[in-house]
């Protein structure tokens, strides 16, 4: 009981941590190595949840929301003459480019079989993976020796009109008969190791807030050239031509993803998985650094 204690109490400044939006939480003391060795399924499933609840808030009460007041979203969005904001695919390419440059080697994208962007399509062992996602609607969790990485794939479903009339239309896209509930395509992450620590996946999950926050601020920073900018400040889109600044966007990411990602968290703490039961798909078990 007191070493559950303890670890419930590293687990509450750990996740304090996150929500602060710190760099890097602290280590956690008084670990041994088989306390650390989480599977890295489980950290891909809570990267994955929170990554739900920000791209479903981006496509409704930005991108949706954001047109109905007159907003504009563009596959072009960066282009200087271009007053528009990133799509929901494009948001999440920004996030990836922000794991990019953080130290944390964890790779996020979104990757079909008919992909608009030809850089998308999966081949090889990931397109057999993916058509297991088609078929089960289940996520898939392999290894893929040639790169040395532990991937997970989670199915990127079609829920809105918007993204199948994009891709229905769009002149580059392979497939123009998209319909509401296809799997279009799937949200792949990596990482290089099959466990990692308690501390090892607070610091993914931080950089994975940092990656929302950065893809975030890079649309803010192109609606103040707007000729006519939306109020940046407490309102969103649905409350009139305003958006939420920074701040109020994260805050309501961690509002919404708190109750699940602590209860993720908790039971993780409180039962620490044997690094023995770690190796996947024949991939090797990798000591997190």
Known sequence: MAKQKFWITCLALGALGIYLFVSAPPPLEGKTAADAAIPVE???????????????????????????????????????????????????????????????????????????????????????????VKQTLKPQFFFMPDIQMQVAMFSDIAVVDGCIQCHNKHEQSPKHDWKLNDVMGATTWMYPSSSVSMDELLRTLTALRQGFKDAYEAYLEKVRKFANPPAIGEHWPAEGYFLPASEVFMGEIAKRTAPQTLAALSVLASKPKSRSAMNKEGGPVVVAR
Request: net charge negative; charged share 30%.
């Open 42 to 132: 489980r950290m891909f499933e809570i990267l994955k949840a929170e990554n739900d609840v920000v791209r479903a808030m981006w496509t409704k009460e930005v991108v949706g929301a954001g047109k109905q007041i007159g907003l504009k979203f563009d596959e072009r969005w960066r282009e200087a003459d271009v007053e528009a904001g990133p799509l929901p695919a494009l948001f999440l390419r920004e996030t990836a480019k922000s794991l990019e440059k953080n130290p944390t080697p964890l790779s996020l994208f979104l990757g079909s079989d008919y992909p608009v962007n030809s850089a998308n399509r999966f081949e090889g062992l990931q397109l057999e993976k993916f058509q297991m």
